[in-house]
């Protein structure tokens, strides 16, 4: 199995950036695909999920309004959309996929907001 992100660099507050992570080796349309990101000094955060049936989400207080996750299960594809970028943002943002005891992580993308 292999999880990997894209998107990531370096973007002024407000900007956007869109993340992408292609999945392999897995029956990728089963899984639920999250999004966590870790800032230095802290612990790794859940940003957004999307469910493998029905697509339903959730996102952390911070990035509602601000982040949208979609999937296409026909490219084994999970994006993030993040617009008005905070420097609160500034981490490292990875892919997960989740189902049942089976999970998942990518390698990771840098995300830095700043100006």
């Known amino acids: 199995v292999q999880l990997v992100e894209s998107g990531g660099g370096l973007v002024q507050p407000g900007g956007s950036l869109r993340l992408s992570c292609v999945a392999s080796g897995l029956t990728f349309s089963r899984y639920d695909m999250s999004w966590y990101r870790q800032a230095p000094g802290k612990e790794r955060e859940l940003v957004a999920a999307i469910r493998s049936a029905g697509g339903s989400t959730n996102y952390a207080d911070s990035v509602k309004g601000r982040f949208t996750i979609s999937r296409d299960n026909t490219k084994n594809t999970v994006y993030l959309q993040m617009n008005s970028l905070k420097p609160e943002d500034t981490a490292v943002y990875y892919c997960?996929?989740?189902?049942?005891?089976?999970?998942?992580w990518g390698q990771g993308t840098q995300v830095t907001v700043s100006s």
């Open positions: 997960n996929a989740d189902l049942f005891v089976l999970k998942y």
